[in-house]
């Protein structure tokens, strides 16, 4: 069987109609989101977070102050850029860490940050008080991306939408507009 594999003639997958994702802003999909939400949302997200993370070359790292106690964070490298989401109660507060798993994953396909990277999810019901220097990425499912100061969002969260509800090609765009501004 082995010898008869070596004998197939080799060909690029894009002949085979396999579509090959490219690094970078390129790597942001809104399937990946889509599907990101739903497992955030359906939880432990915590877990998922890191899951998916992990799938990118993210470790389990500690937080940094003043991250609250029970912060979940991976990073890579000395964590120059460091990114903050809320818990995800609902499907529109899930779009923000759906946001750093796209960005890793954007990362790990591309160059990556230029000197490490830390993404965090805050436990739940904890306030943010401060971002020690971090971006917080708050909600991104409506509206027009917004960066003021240390953090970048779009509308507030409208806990009462489902996930079916959101336009993940809109989704997408934003988080493009926040990967080009890391």
Do not use: N
Not at 6 to 28: F, H, K, M, N, Y
Not at 107 to 115: F, H, Y
């Amino acid at each position: 069987m082995f010898f008869l594999l070596q004998l197939l003639p080799a060909c690029p997958v894009e002949t085979l109609g396999v579509e090959l994702p490219s690094g970078g802003v390129d790597a942001i999909s809104h399937e990946d989101l889509r599907r990101d939400v739903r497992l955030l949302v359906e939880g432990p997200p915590a877990l998922r977070f890191a899951e998916r993370l992990g799938q990118m070359q993210m470790l389990p790292t500690a937080a940094p102050a003043p991250l609250p106690p029970g912060t979940t964070c991976l990073g890579r490298g000395d964590a120059a850029t460091v990114l903050v989401a809320p818990w995800p109660s609902d499907p529109d507060t899930a779009t923000a860490a759906a946001a750093l798993i796209s960005v890793a994953k954007a990362w790990d396909l591309g160059a990556g940050p230029p000197k490490g990277a830390l993404l965090c999810l805050l436990p739940e019901g904890a306030p943010l008080l401060s971002t020690g220097g971090a971006l917080f990425v708050g909600p991104l499912a409506s509206g027009a991306a917004v960066r003021e100061g240390a953090s970048f969002h779009a509308d507030p969260a409208d806990v009462g939408r489902p996930a079916a509800r959101i336009v993940y090609t809109e989704l997408q765009d934003r988080v493009k507009v926040l990967f080009r501004g890391l």
